[in-house]
């Protein structure tokens, strides 16, 4: 271990920032705090994003990992202990250098700190709390941070660390109990969910606190978030959102967010994908997210008993509208908030403008494309006035054949050539995470 | 039939409310004035142009019965919008304000107004670019241990961009340079932020920076190459929700 003691600040992020990159969560909102004239820092409520990386995702927190000297052994994962990998453990002081230094330059909005588990989960979550604490304390940092909450560490310490945290997670890792147990020998779903709960608890007793007294301390402000691995194991679709759902709904998480499975090690458990990661299936269950958290939609109503995962050529709303016809078309200057959010291409921004602007007058397809509502996809399902923008009939192929986005990302190898729907249900059960066996059959 | 007036305004908030004052004050009849900005348009036949001089006492009179009549959050978004790059854009205030003043509050909502929704594009312009630029300016540290930033952002922004960075730092001595408006906000450690206008500041005295600045520069760069995901690579996702033209001001993508 002496010649990590000679390792410079430099190499050290490049190693721990190399190893914290898989985890998703690099959102900094949900809690606005003015510096009030002293230390440094503030957040606002919306979050800001300082940088875009290469594939396109923000850069908001300093992403890092405390240590990747990590003593489980999950498959999945670069820095299990099988792995013969460079090793590197941060000091507090380093981190918080490193914070504040990239903070006044207005690099990043905050700090992000996850760790492998160093000997084991107390330890680790102590230097955790450590950090942040100098952070806090010392340094007088009021920016946003976000922390891990280490699985199977001893609750009080997770306690400590949520009065000076904004955010904390818990990740999942694997939608289903089987999954982790196959994955992630070290960890069991039993002693991820608890943190979790612990977390859950001390947040609403924090605010039923404030409530009574205006200077209660403030645990986690910016709630919880969670993280799954997308396409490593065979879940479907509905399982994977069926998940999330009693997630929001059982732990009152803020976010959940879906990480598309990139291979990193050679395992036999692992499936090889030849075709890049799916991409695609991410893309959609973040669309089925938003459908859950804002738009009033509950996971059974986007799958059928036939379709257990997304379509790959439609999002899912559009595939919910097509299967519900008997529900269109809509009338835009009739119809409430919630049913105007049912309509594919129509969202949280549009539907707002539309009640507001239609108590002064009827509106009609030009006044609603000046408001900036799109109408490309919602065009099929509204009417104006009673009239439809075009003489067009609802109709399942025809729409169908017209929606389909050529922009969007398809899987390489399938491409939509304008065939009807029908055709397509070839590939109504196709699954994302198994292009290979797929590709083997010739299907592709 | 009347001939039309035409006022011309200066290019500030101040400048289109003193516009609105004179409006109002010669009961000429709305129909047949509009405010234009200096240079915006070629001069037409048969109208009468007047100058505005600007009037700071004029403009608040007209700030706070906005702020009266209408609403506070129509004076924020008004003053949004005549920040804006925008032409036409002192004709669409002054006529929300004509709407307002008969309606009241309840003109923000009548998105179908083609004034209402032009004034109301115009601020969303606005604070699009100042969300962006929040988190786009970067600082570097100089000798004298100043903080400095350059940006040459679309809108003129400065204004609105200085109360959440002297939030943020409040200990430290900062400086955003507008290269291209040649504007500055100033920050004192410690004590408020101010405007100044009609300053050059020279590019040596900008690259003057202190020794850490190097160091953080070269971490800062390792660490957004680093977090790339080669497997998910996306340049155009990139520059969709970065666009170049913010790009010659930030080390890691220079």
């Known amino acids: ?444 | 039939m009347k001939t039309r007036k035409i006022f011309i305004c200066e290019d500030s908030f101040e400048g289109i409310l003193t516009g609105v004052f004179e409006a109002y004050i010669c009961r000429y009849g709305h129909d047949f004035i509009s405010l234009e900005l200096n240079g915006e348009d070629q001069p037409q036949f048969f109208c009468e142009y007047y100058p505005v001089e600007t009037d700071i006492v004029k403009a608040t009179k007209v700030g706070q019965a906005i702020r009266k009549k209408i609403s506070f959050d129509a004076y924020e978004m008004l003053h949004e919008a005549s920040l804006a790059n925008q032409t036409k854009k002192a004709e669409a205030i002054y006529r929300f304000l004509v709407l307002g003043f008969k309606m009241g509050p309840q003109v923000m909502s009548h998105l179908s107004n083609p004034y209402i929704l032009s004034v109301m594009k115009l601020s969303k312009a606005v604070t699009r670019e100042l969300q962006r630029l929040e988190g786009f300016v970067r600082f570097r540290e100089l000798e004298n241990g100043i903080m400095f930033s350059k940006l040459a952002p679309k809108h003129n922004q400065l204004i609105l961009l200085a109360p959440h960075f002297a939030d943020r730092f409040p200990e430290e001595n900062w400086m955003i340079y507008d290269e291209d408006r040649k504007a500055a906000c100033i920050h004192k450690a410690g004590q408020g932020w101010g405007m100044v206008s009609n300053i050059k500041i020279e590019k040596e005295l900008m690259s003057q920076v202190s020794e850490e600045e190097e160091l953080f520069l070269k971490l800062w760069k390792s660490f957004t190459k680093t977090i790339t995901i080669e497997e998910r690579k996306n340049a155009r996702l990139q520059m969709n929700m970065m666009p170049k033209m913010y790009w010659k001001n930030m080390p890691e993508v220079e």
């Open chain 1, 1 to 444: 271990m002496d010649y990590l003691s000679e390792m410079n600040v430099g190499e050290k992020l490049q190693i721990l920032a190399d190893a914290a990159k898989y985890d998703v969560s690099c959102s900094s909102s949900g809690v606005k705090r003015s510096s009030g004239g002293s230390g440094i820092g503030n957040a606002t409520a919306a979050g800001i994003c300082h940088s875009f990386a290469g594939d396109g995702r923000c850069i908001s927190l300093l992403k890092i990992l405390m240590s990747n000297d990590c003593v489980y052994d999950c498959k999945y994962c670069a820095n299990r202990v099988s792995n013969d990998v460079p090793r590197a453990t941060f000091t507090p002081q380093e981190i918080c250098d490193l914070t504040i230094g990239f903070y006044r330059r207005n690099y990043i909005e905050g700090l992000f700190l996850s760790s492998g588990v160093v000997k084991n989960a107390s330890y680790t979550m102590e230097l955790i709390y450590m950090t942040i604490r100098l952070l806090r304390e010392v340094h007088r940092f009021k920016g946003y941070i976000h922390v891990k909450a280490i699985p199977g560490a001893d609750p009080l310490i997770i306690e400590k660390t949520g009065f000076l945290a904004d955010r904390m997670s818990c990740n999942l890792e694997l939608p289903t109990a089987e999954s982790l147990k196959l994955l992630a020998p070290n960890k069991t779903r039993q002693t991820i969910l608890k943190p979790m709960r612990q977390i859950q608890n001390c947040i609403s007793q924090s605010k039923n606190e404030l409530i009574l007294y205006k200077h209660a301390p403030d645990f986690v402000p910016a709630g919880q978030s969670t993280q799954m691995i997308i396409g490593a194991t065979p879940e479907t679709d509905y399982q994977i959102v069926s998940v999330a759902e009693s997630l929001y709904n059982k732990f009152s998480l803020k976010r959940v967010y879906y990480s598309a499975y990139i291979p990193v090690n050679q395992d036999n458990t692992l499936p090889a994908l030849p075709l890049g990661p799916p991409l695609l299936r991410e893309h959609r269950l973040y669309q089925a997210d938003w459908l859950l958290r804002f738009y009033g939609f509950n996971a059974g109503e986007l799958f059928t008993e036939k379709q257990q995962n997304f379509n790959i050529f439609l999002d899912p709303k559009c595939n919910w509208a097509l299967q519900h016809l008997e529900q269109f078309p809509i009338e835009i200057n009739k119809a409430d908030y919630y049913t105007l959010l049912r309509i594919p291409g129509i969202g949280v921004t549009s539907a707002k403008r539309i009640c507001q602007a239609r108590k002064f007058n009827l509106l009609d397809f030009d006044d609603i494309k000046k408001m900036g509502v799109v109408l490309k996809r919602a065009l099929y399902f509204i009417t104006c006035k009673g009239k439809l923008m075009y003489p067009i009939k609802i109709d399942e192929d025809y729409i169908t054949r017209n929606l389909v986005d050529p922009k969007e990302r398809l899987p390489k190898g399938i491409s939509y050539d304008g065939g009807i729907y029908k055709q397509l249900s070839l590939f109504d059960d196709y699954h994302f995470g198994q292009d290979n066996i797929l590709a083997n059959q010739g299907v592709i």
